[in-house]
């Protein structure tokens, strides 16, 4: 592959990773939502390999088929399996609505490529270049959480801003060291399985996974 | 040697952790896990002596590392897990008369506080940014279940809370270490060691500016809401309140001691990087933003584990401050603050959750006269509240005047007087919420629970804990040298 070739492909998987976090917050489905984390995983897996191709870097290639198998494959698999037991698929009630949301994403957007400014200065790259997608989707990310009222809406934007960060990370520096990317891999697959367990018992103890019915607790 | 001496704290509670695992909780295993705090201590002391004497260990090429400061930190989770674990037989034996527990419950709990501790020891001893991010968010991940160890509805939302609230805190810490990563690639270290502390500070004047200035408030903000301070504080008093009382001990006691000092070695890379003034006033606002929060909550509190919970916002804010003044004096007087706090708040949660065995109610206005009806555990809880209060002899007392005087001495006589007027009136609250439980006539008018000798017997640990602080802050030995030492890594 010429380097120019390894460029187009990585811009075009950093744009499919952008359109699907925005997608995640337009769809109220909860099962849209999962299946656009499941395409942006995949995106992310790609960007992976593309460096690697990019940087003559084949150890990219092992990390590219583990970020693919964990984020495209097996998180998305569990958020799909925790939707299943709960029955229950739409987001009704967002804090913010649909179309508020999409005007807010086009403005955190805008916002990330201001902020990635000094990252994207510090090489020429073009994997630096697309950085700012990463910083989108952890900000489209922590909208989601604090907008969306179902705990499998928060657990999905957890997973967007954690894939955020996994991006910034390859684009700016071709991922940080293997033994930490696995740890951080296997610490994001506990916490999406804690969150699993604890919606099974929040079912059990309230009747539904609304956080609004979570005010038990307050000063 | 030194893979031994630094990996035992890891391997000895991780081994206890699947003794229990096949053992279960029974007569015989209950006080593993005391010998495993006990190990714990013994390695940390032994790390400590050897950092002071012969200079930092490294080992696993580079991955793990024994400074005094990591010894210091290495005592104090031995020490107070020591006392959590001590009180964890009655604790558990409390819980199975209330017919809160059985066998699988009392196994889970005790496999998950030794997980617990295995995951903070290595992020003490771990040297590289990106290893101690994986042991402190571990450390979330094995504490859910013990915040929601009840099962109630108030225990899975603490644990949802918890749980979300803390990843998302820390996952931008993520971001922080990564973009502090490309900086530092940028700037020319190998893969390897671009996350070590110690290489990052040496190389830290070749670091970017900009980018390092977004890593490090990123990485302030994120290790922060694992250290309870302000804006990501507000799962801290939810999960400490319900979680079970040796939990809440070790959770105020030494996890946010842990993720605080994180905070104190990256602001050593910052503090070359950048200059001292974009930490210490990221610090002094997270400082006097949380004091804030903490004193106005605890005026009108009505839940007792709820107001230590924010008394231990209150000391971390407070410890802040300490670190914001950076001088050798200041972190000396955090590093006793973070020792004296730490078996004051086990000690005081410990008899907090006794107490909550004994009257089935958290609420102030439902536990007057404690004092005449439950002497022991009252009389543990009234001194504990004292030792968190400041007073002499115990150990914050000697802290909170060396914060006090080092904070003037650097120039930061506004924050420093703005900060104590807060902690004046948290104290005020404390004394004053602590003075209606303990004294009154008794609204329950139930008959005291078993003999005053069993109850002698299960405080033994807690009563231990106390004059532990009483004798540090009295005597400073044998913690001076070792505080001297650690000090000057904590800051520049």
Partial sequence: MNGSADTQILDFACGLFLLAAVGALWRRELSAVIGLLAVQGAALAVIAAALGADEHHPELYAVAAGVGLLRAGVLPGLARRALAASGEDRESQPLVNVASSLLAAAALVLLAYAVAQPLARLDASPGARALPVGLASVLIGLFMLVARRKALSQVAGFLLLDNGITAVAFLAAAGVPLLVEIGVSFDLLLVVLVLRVLTVRMQSAFGATDLDDLRELHD | ?492
């Fill in chain 2, 1 to 492: 040697m030194n893979t031994a001496l630094l990996l035992a704290p890891v391997v000895v509670p991780a081994a206890a952790g699947v003794l229990y695992l096949f053992l279960g909780w029974r007569r015989t295993t209950r006080h593993l896990g005391t010998v495993s705090a006990a190990g714990i201590l013994a390695f940390g002391i032994a790390l400590a002596v050897r950092a002071v004497h012969d200079g930092t260990a490294v080992a696993a090429s580079g991955w793990l590392r024994g400074d005094p400061l990591a010894g210091f930190l290495l005592i104090v989770i031995g020490a107070v897990a020591f006392v959590a674990c001590a009180a964890s037989p009655a604790y558990l034996a409390g819980e199975r008369a209330a017919e809160h527990g059985d066998a699988a419950s009392e196994r889970r709990f005790a496999v998950l506080v030794q997980a617990f501790l295995a995951a903070m020891c290595l992020a003490v001893v771990g040297a590289n940014l990106g290893l101690v991010w994986v042991a402190i968010e571990a450390t979330t991940t094995v504490t859910a279940f013990l915040v929601g160890h009840r099962r109630s509805r108030a225990a899975v939302e603490a644990a949802w809370k918890y749980v979300v609230i803390c990843s998302v805190g820390i996952a931008l810490a993520l971001l922080g270490i990564v973009v502090l990563y490309a900086a530092a690639r940028h700037a020319g270290l190998s893969e390897t060691s671009a996350l070590s502390f110690q290489e990052l500070a040496g190389h830290a004047h070749a670091l970017d500016q900009q980018a390092t200035r977004m890593a490090v408030a990123l990485i302030v903000l994120g290790f922060g809401a694992k250290a309870g301070l302000a804006p990501l504080h507000s799962w801290l008093p939810d999960a400490h309140s319900q979680a079970p009382a040796p939990v809440s001990a070790l959770m105020s006691g030494v996890l946010l001691s842990v993720s605080f000092s994180v905070i104190l070695r990256t602001k050593q890379i910052a503090d070359v990087a950048l200059g001292t003034g974009f930490v210490k006033t990221l610090m002094l606002i997270a400082a006097l933003a949380t004091l804030a929060v903490a004193a106005l909550l605890l005026i009108g509190q009505r839940d007792y584990k709820r107001m230590l919970a924010y008394s231990s916002m209150e000391h971390m804010g407070l410890m802040t401050l300490g670190a914001a003044a950076g001088t050798p004096l200041a972190l000396s007087a955090v590093l006793l603050h973070i020792a004296g706090h730490g078996l004051g708040k086990a000690a005081a949660f410990c008899a907090a959750g006794r107490i909550l065995q004994e009257t089935g109610t958290s609420r102030i206005d439902a536990v007057r006269g404690l004092a005449a009806r439950s002497p022991v555990p009252a009389g543990t809880f009234a001194t504990a509240v004292l030792v968190l209060l400041g007073f002499p002899p115990f150990a914050l007392f000697a802290s909170e005047l060396g914060i006090a005087r080092a904070g003037f001495a650097a120039g930061l006589g506004w924050p420093i007087a703005a900060g104590f007027t807060l902690v004046l009136l948290a104290f005020a609250a404390i004394a004053a919420h602590t003075g209606r439980m303990l004294l009154g006539a008794d609204p329950l008018q139930s008959a005291p629970a078993g003999s005053a000798g069993a109850a002698l017997r299960a405080q033994t640990p807690l009563i231990a804990a106390l004059v532990a602080v009483a004798f540090i802050g009295v005597a400073g030995w044998p913690l001076a040298h070792l505080l001297n030492a650690a000090a000057p890594l904590a800051g520049r």
